[in-house]
C-alpha cells in the first residue's frame, strides 16, 4: 500500500467511526452531504480522493472536527533521507542571547530594540509572560526586530503561569524584579525539590543584593531589601551561564561596583554584557571570568542592540554537512565560540575553508563563513568532554555523538554536566548507530554506522532530539521523527531551512 493510500484508508476508518458515533447509516450520510450511497462506501474504504471542503462538509454532518487548521496537536517531522546538502546559510542570532536580553529589558525605562530575535517557542512563552504583566512589544518587520516598552508599574499578579512554568528561563526575572518590588513571586517547572536545587546556585549571585527566595511547590516567593549590595567580591560556586546573567542584572542597577569571580564569559554572557554597556551600565573584564561592574540606579534609555549569531546553530549545520557528506558554506559563524570544536574536528579529520574575520553587527563578535568539504573521519584518540568557556561548548558535545557515529574507530562522550542527557543518545541506536551507555553521563560510539530510516518519538532534551534529527537526514529511507515541539523551543524554521540545502523534510500533523 502506497503512502498515499495509507493515509486515505485512515481517514476512511475515521469517517466510519464518526458516522457511527453518530448514529446515522451511509445512506443518511450521502443525504446530509447531497451524494450517493456508494460514494460514501467507497470514501469510508479508503478508495476516494477527499477535498479539504469535502473534508469540512463531512465534518459538520457528523459534528466531529476531522480537520483541524492550526496548531492543535503535536507536529511531526517526516524525513527522507540520503540527500546530499548544497548551498549557503546565514546562522540565526543567538537563541540564548535572546532570552537574557529580553529579561535585561525590564531594567530599562525606555524603549528597548532588539534586532533579528530568533522567534522560537522559548522566545514566544517569554514574550506572553512580559505581556501579561504589562510589557508591550511588537515585531517591527520581517527580520524580526523586536521593540519593548516596559510601564512603571508591572502587574506581577496577573503573570500568565502557564507560559512561565514553560519557560525554564523565568528564573532571570530574579535580577531585574528585585529592583522594582519588594515581594514577588515566579511560577516555575516542578516540584519543590527540583525548584530549592535550581534556584541555590543563584542565592550565590543573589543574596549579596539582599534577596531571600523560598521555594515551594511551583512557585519561587522572592523579597527584595532595598540598597543593600556586595561587601566584597561574589565568587559564583558553578561558572553557570544563567547564573553569571542574573548576577549581572542584579549588578546593573546596584547604584555601586560590583565584582563577580568564577563568571562564564560565554556568548550569551557577553552580548548581555554589549547590551548593558548600551543601557549606560560600565562592565570590565567581558570574555574572562572575572567582571567588575558599576551600576547605573536608574536605567532610562532609548536602545537598538543585535545580539550576535548562535554557535550552537552553526554547530548543528556544520554537523548536518558532516553526516550527510556534504558541502555547504555556513555564514556568519561566531568563531571564538567554535574553535576548540573545529579543532576537534580538524584532528578527526574534517576538511573545511575559512574566511577571513568580519564584525557581527554588535560590533564585537567576530564572524567567518565556514565551507564544509566531505571528509573521512577517525575517531579521536582521547574521550570528549565539555568545559566552560573557552573549551568546548556544553550544548555542541551532543552534536559529536552523530559526527563520531560517522567516523571510523571508537569515540567516548563524557557529559558531566548534565544528569541522564546522554541517555537520549542511545535513541541513534534506533536509526543503526552502535552507541553504549556506560553510565548516566557516558557513552561509547563505534563507527562507521549504515543508517536506517526509522520512527521515533522526539527526546525530550533539545540537542539530542537535534542530532537524531540529522541522523534520519543521513539514513536511507523515510523516517519520522514525532512530537518535534522541543526543537521549535531552540530553532527557528530549522526543517524548513535544512530543505532550502537539499534536505527533504515535512512537518505534518496527525488527522
Known amino acids: 500500500m502506497s503512502e498515499r493510500d495509507d493515509y486515505l484508508a485512515r481517514i476512511g476508518t475515521l469517517i466510519r467511526d464518526a458516522r457511527q458515533h453518530s448514529g446515522l447509516t451511509q445512506?443518511?450520510?450521502?443525504?446530509?452531504?447531497?451524494?450517493?450511497?456508494?460514494?460514501?462506501?467507497?470514501?469510508?474504504?479508503?478508495?476516494?480522493?477527499?477535498?479539504?471542503?469535502?473534508?469540512?462538509?463531512?465534518?459538520?454532518?457528523?459534528?466531529?472536527?476531522?480537520?483541524?487548521?492550526?496548531?492543535?496537536?503535536?507536529?511531526?517531522?517526516?524525513?527522507?533521507?540520503?540527500?546530499?546538502?548544497?548551498?549557503?546559510?546565514?546562522?540565526?542570532?543567538?537563541?540564548?542571547?535572546?532570552?537574557?536580553?529580553?529579561?535585561?529589558?525590564l531594567l530599562n525605562a525606555g524603549t528597548t530594540v532588539l534586532r533579528k530575535v530568533a522567534r522560537i517557542e522559548e522566545v514566544n512563552r517569554l514574550l506572553e509572560v512580559l505581556e501579561s504583566i504589562g510589557v508591550k512589544f511588537r515585531w517591527l518587520n520581517s527580520d524580526n526586530d523586536l521593540e519593548l516598552v516596559v510601564p512603571a508599574e508591572l502587574n506581577l499578579a496577573a503573570m500568565d503561569?502557564?507560559?512561565?512554568?514553560?519557560?525554564?528561563?523565568?528564573?532571570?526575572?530574579?535580577?531585574?524584579?528585585?529592583?522594582r518590588v519588594d515581594q514577588f513571586e515566579l511560577p516555575y517547572?516542578?516540584?519543590?525539590?527540583?525548584?530549592?536545587?535550581t534556584v541555590e546556585p543563584h542565592m550565590t549571585a543573589l543574596r549579596p543584593f539582599g534577596l531571600k527566595v523560598v521555594a515551594t511547590e511551583g512557585s519561587y516567593h522572592a523579597q527584595a531589601a532595598k540598597g543593600v549590595g556586595p561587601e566584597r567580591p561574589i565568587v559564583l560556586t558553578e561558572r553557570g551561564d544563567t547564573v553569571t546573567e542574573n548576577a549581572l542584572l542584579a549588578a546593573a542597577r546596584h547604584d555601586g561596583v560590583t565584582i563577580i569571580r568564577n563568571?562564564?564569559?560565554?556568548?550569551?554572557?557577553?552580548?548581555?554584557?554589549?547590551?548593558?554597556?548600551?543601557?549606560?551600565?560600565?562592565?570590565?573584564?567581558?570574555?574572562?571570568?572575572?567582571?567588575?561592574?558599576?551600576?547605573?540606579?536608574?536605567?532610562n534609555t532609548d536602545v537598538e542592540y543585535a545580539p550576535s549569531e548562535d554557535p550552537i546553530e552553526a554547530m548543528s549545520l556544520i554537523a548536518a554537512a558532516i553526516v550527510t557528506q556534504s558541502s555547504i558554506t555556513v555564514r556568519r559563524?561566531?568563531?571564538?565560540?567554535?574553535?576548540?570544536?573545529?579543532?576537534?574536528?580538524?584532528?578527526?579529520?574534517?576538511?573545511?575553508?575559512?574566511?577571513?574575520?568580519?564584525?557581527?553587527?554588535?560590533?564585537?563578535t567576530r564572524l567567518v563563513d565556514i565551507t564544509t568539504h566531505p571528509s573521512s573521519l577517525k575517531a579521536p584518540i582521547d574521550k570528549i568532554h565539555p568545559m566552560p568557556f573557552p573549551g568546548l561548548n556544553i550544548d555542541n558535545l551532543p552534536f559529536f555523538a552523530v559526527i563520531a557515529a560517522t567516523a571510523e574507530g571508537q569515540t567516548m562522550l563524557h557529559d558531566w554536566v548534565y544528569e541522564n542527557r546522554a541517555i537520549y543518545l542511545t535513541e541513534l541506536n534506533k536509526l543503526g548507530a552502535q552507541v553504549t551507555l556506560l553510565d548516566p553521563h557516558r557513552v561509547l560510539i563505534e563507527g562507521p554506522t549504515h543508517w536506517s530510516g526509522t520512527e521515533l518519538?522526539?527526546?525530550?532534551?533539545?540537542?539530542?532530539?537535534?542530532?537524531v534529527l540529522l541522523a534520519m537526514l543521513a539514513a536511507k529511507g523515510t523516517s519520522v521523527l514525532r512530537s518535534v515541539y522541543v526543537i521549535h523551543?531552540?530553532?527557528?524554521?530549522?526543517?524548513?531551512?535544512?530543505?532550502?540545502?537539499?534536505?527533504?523534510?515535512?512537518?505534518?500533523?496527525d488527522i
Do not use: W
Not at 272 to 289: A, D, M, P, R, Y
Open 189 to 197: 517547572a516542578g516540584g519543590c525539590d527540583l525548584g530549592t536545587r
Open 161 to 179: 503561569a502557564d507560559a512561565a512554568r514553560r519557560t525554564r528561563s523565568i528564573i532571570m526575572f530574579l535580577g531585574p524584579l528585585m529592583h
Open 27 to 105: 445512506a443518511q450520510l450521502a443525504t446530509e452531504l447531497k451524494t450517493s450511497q456508494s460514494a460514501v462506501t467507497r470514501i469510508e474504504k479508503g478508495q476516494q480522493n477527499l477535498t479539504l471542503e469535502m473534508l469540512a462538509r463531512i465534518g459538520s454532518a457528523l459534528d466531529s472536527e476531522l480537520v483541524s487548521v492550526g496548531a492543535s496537536g503535536p507536529s511531526h517531522l517526516r524525513v527522507r533521507g540520503g540527500t546530499t546538502l548544497s548551498g549557503a546559510i546565514d546562522v540565526k542570532s543567538s537563541k540564548n542571547a535572546g532570552v537574557a536580553l529580553l529579561c535585561a529589558s
Open 489 to 509: 523551543r531552540g530553532y527557528e524554521d530549522l526543517a524548513e531551512r535544512l530543505n532550502a540545502l537539499g534536505a527533504q523534510i515535512e512537518t505534518f500533523r
Open 333 to 364: 559563524v561566531p568563531i571564538e565560540f567554535m574553535e576548540i570544536e573545529l579543532a576537534l574536528l580538524e584532528e578527526m579529520g574534517f576538511h573545511y575553508d575559512r574566511s577571513e574575520e568580519y564584525p557581527a553587527e554588535n560590533g564585537r
Open 457 to 467: 518519538v522526539c527526546p525530550p532534551a533539545l540537542r539530542p532530539a537535534v542530532v
Open 263 to 299: 563568571a562564564s564569559p560565554n556568548y550569551m554572557v557577553q552580548d548581555l554584557c554589549f547590551f548593558l554597556q548600551e543601557l549606560g551600565v560600565q562592565i570590565e573584564g567581558i570574555g574572562t571570568t572575572t567582571l567588575r561592574v558599576t551600576g547605573c540606579a536608574v536605567i
